[in-house]
Nanobody, 123 residues
Framework: QVQLVESGGGLVQAGGSLRLSCAAS????????MGWYRQAPGKQRELVAV???????NYAESVKGRFTISRDNAKNTVYLQMNSLKPEDTAVYYC?????????????????WGQGTQVTVSS
């Protein structure tokens, strides 16, 4: 059973930094795209940043220049370094990944979500 486990959320003052981590565990054949999404109260879940297995990245306009996504393929882990945090960055942050699990029929790709980690930025 594949799981994504996030860590690193918390409370920080505006202008501060946090680093989120998400580790994929279980019997995994391959991990393709990994990314971070967030959902603020009363709003829809939105893309924050994604990274391909080759290292190509894409960011939401609102976080460009402040957030950096990276991954360690040997550890099946994706990171989100968040700098210059703003109160509007407050949300639950979710890890997401496209993974082929061991035993997958036809080596099909499945999409997985983590349980979410709260990030709160105070003004």
């Amino acid at each position: 059973q594949v799981q994504l486990v996030e860590s690193g959320g918390g409370l920080v003052q505006a202008g501060g930094s946090l680093r989120l981590s998400c580790a994929a565990s279980g019997s995994i054949v391959s991990i393709y795209r990994m990314g971070w999404y967030r959902q603020a109260p009363g709003k829809q879940r939105e893309l924050v940043a994604v990274i391909t297995s080759g290292g190509t990245t894409n960011y939401a306009e609102s976080v460009k220049g402040r957030f950096t996504i990276s991954r360690d393929n040997a550890k099946n882990t994706v990171y989100l370094q968040m700098n210059s945090l703003k109160p509007e960055d407050t949300a639950v942050y979710y890890c997401n990944a496209d993974i082929t699990p061991s035993g997958s029929r036809y080596l099909s790709v499945h999409n997985y979500w983590g349980q979410g980690t709260q990030v709160t930025v105070s003004s």
